[in-house]
Nanobody
Framework: QVQLVESGGGLVQAGDSLRLSCSAS????????MAWFRQAPGKEREFVAA????????YYVDSVKGRFTISRDNAKNTVYLQMNSLKPDDTAVYYC??????????????WGQGTQVTVSS
């Protein structure tokens, strides 16, 4: 069992940066593929970024490529999402997720409660 807790969300202006953190419980964090998803009001949840267990591979949705960076620190059981050049379209609840598998497509077995990111124009 893995418990995920996100933090770092907030209200920012367009062009600003935020760094989200996701802290995981459990001794096997380093074995999980980790990802960030987001859900905007009235929209379906969408994949944002993922990182392999070794951090050797990262994947991004096209809309955030070049602006967002996913990383992880297995010693701290934490995954991060650095978000730069934020846009109003990035406004959403951001969720951290963990997969016991090796495919970034999932399925994702564990989810955090989410953290709100609001970008004003």
């Amino acid at each position: 069992q893995v418990q995920l807790v996100e933090s770092g969300g907030g209200l920012v202006q367009a062009g600003d940066s935020l760094r989200l953190s996701c802290s995981a419980s459990g001794r096997t964090f380093s074995r999980y593929t980790m990802a960030w998803f987001r859900q905007a009001p009235g929209k379906e949840r969408e994949f944002v970024a993922a990182i392999s267990w070794s951090a050797g591979s990262t994947y991004y949705v096209d809309s955030v490529k070049g602006r967002f960076t996913i990383s992880r620190d297995n010693a701290k059981n934490t995954v991060y999402l650095q978000m730069n050049s934020l846009k109003p379209d990035d406004t959403a609840v951001y969720y951290c997720a963990a997969s016991r598998g090796t495919y970034v497509s999932g399925p994702y077995d564990y989810w955090g409660q989410g953290t709100q990111v609001t970008v004003s124009s």
